[in-house]
């Protein structure tokens, strides 16, 4: 299986902070990989696919880059909403797997 | 609007079986793959299972092959994850979601989940 690799497991960051968060796989997965964010209770949301595209409705303060072994996610402004945890999931084979988390906490 | 619904959990003994079940509605149930993720308290997402749109093909996570069955009925628009021979680190929220393609797969579509307690 290939083990996807987050880091850090959690940040620290005012509103207003660019924040970056990356994710690495074992092996090539092309840019088959996607972001989701979560909040507490709730279910995960997508917010980027195939590495670098942005779901609908999601806003543009969100990006993804990446591809092969090395990605990122990045919030470039970050508002009070966005304090969660984001996981990245590869789409390359089965059987799909998740990174661990990163949690982003209000410093 | 696209919805999913799960239901089926509680609490059950080490050993056990379960049967979880996942209402759609929305959307073209008998189009999209379908997958069940759990989350253990506290923990991170792990994918479960999978079923190809009409059902010919499945995958399963090793952590329940062998133990969970997942299925679905088109003419119900409805998913379903049978679990047998539960353990304890089986402990953990269900949710059912739909695998979107848009040059790459993506779970576009989740359930509100519900919660499977393995204990004595």
Not at chain 1, 56 to 74: A, C, D, I, K, N
Not at chain 2, 38 to 46: H, M, S
């Amino acid at each position: 299986a290939i083990q996807m690799t987050q880091s850090p497991s959690s940040l620290s960051a005012s509103v207003g902070d660019r924040v970056t968060i990356t994710c690495r796989a074992s092996q090539g997965i092309r840019n088959d990989l996607g972001w989701y964010q979560q909040k507490p209770g709730k279910a995960p949301k997508v917010l980027i696919y195939a590495a670098s595209s942005l779901q609908s409705g999601v806003p543009s303060r969100f990006s993804g880059s990446g591809s092969g072994t090395e990605f990122t996610l990045t919030i470039s402004s970050l508002q009070p909403e966005d304090f969660a945890t984001y996981y990245c999931l590869q789409d390359y084979n089965y059987p799909r797997t998740f990174g661990q988390g990163t949690k982003v906490e209000l410093k | 609007q696209v919805q999913l619904v799960e239901s089926g959990g509680g609490v059950v003994q080490p050993g056990g079986s379960l049967r979880l079940s996942c209402a759609a509605s929305g959307f073209s149930f008998s189009t999209y793959a379908m997958h069940w993720v759990r989350q253990a308290p506290g923990k991170g997402l792990e994918w479960v299972a999978v079923i190809s749109y009409d059902g010919s093909n499945k995958y399963y996570a090793d952590s329940v092959k062998g133990r969970f069955t997942i299925s679905r009925d088109n003419s119900k628009n409805t998913l379903s994850l049978q679990m047998n021979s539960v353990r304890a680190e089986d402990t953990a929220v269900y949710y059912c979601t739909r695998d979107t393609w848009k040059n790459s797969y993506l779970f576009d579509c989740w359930g509100q989940g519900t919660l499977v307690t393995v204990s004595s």
